[in-house]
């Protein structure tokens, strides 16, 4: 009986290791896709817009405060109404500032955010057509350490704990393939839509 239960865990073993032995492996730089992804670039130019806007925006009400401040100190009495009336606009015209900087800063952040998540799926979707068509079962992120040298230990330990895969050969590489695939895509869903 003994010997039947391991002949049984040997056959089990066996198949187990044959199927992983037929498993298709490859990897994807994602950081390299998403850095060559055209959608990221014109994402990053739109928040780029949208932040010299709200610089600007901030620069208006900050030009507004010291403007108030200055008024407050080379024009006014103090102990005047005028003086106490221009005080209180003061107070409000700084509280907005400070408003409008966490406030609009925040958005600012999660839009961005969301806008990464998008690319992340945009990029695993890709990966996952990519590899069904070409029958591969496991894709790896993998990354490179960057060539320029960390400033301390601790950031080189970082970049070494944040690899996933210490070793693969060019021909399981699909950053390439994946790249191509979604600037296709992309330039096909913009030119669609810019056509409306």
Do not use: C
């Not at 817009?49 to 009495?77: F, I, M, N, P």
Request: glycine letters at 6%.
């Amino acid at each position: 009986m003994k010997r039947m239960m391991i002949l049984a865990g040997m056959l089990l073993l066996a198949g187990r290791q044959q199927v992983w032995g037929q498993t298709k492996v490859a990897v994807v730089n994602v950081p390299a896709v998403s850095e060559r992804y055209q959608k990221t670039t014109d994402l990053e130019a739109q928040f780029e817009g949208v932040r010299r806007v709200l610089s600007d925006q901030r620069e208006a009400l900050r030009d507004r405060v010291e403007r108030t401040s200055r008024s407050l100190q080379e024009e006014l009495k103090p102990g005047t109404e005028e003086y106490r009336q221009r005080r209180k606009e003061l107070a409000l015209f700084e509280a907005e500032l400070q408003w409008f900087v966490e406030s609009e800063g925040k958005k600012i952040e999660q839009d961005l955010a969301g806008s990464l998540k998008l690319i992340f799926m945009d990029i695993q979707a890709i990966v996952r057509e990519v590899a069904l068509e070409q029958g591969i079962d496991i894709v790896l992120a993998a990354d490179q350490i960057p060539s320029n040298d960390p400033e301390t230990p601790t950031q080189m330990r970082q970049q070494i704990v944040l690899q996933k895969v210490l070793y693969w050969s060019p021909h399981v590489d699909l950053t390439d393939a994946v790249v191509e695939r979604l600037n296709a895509k992309y330039g096909a869903e913009k030119a669609k839509n810019e056509g409306h």
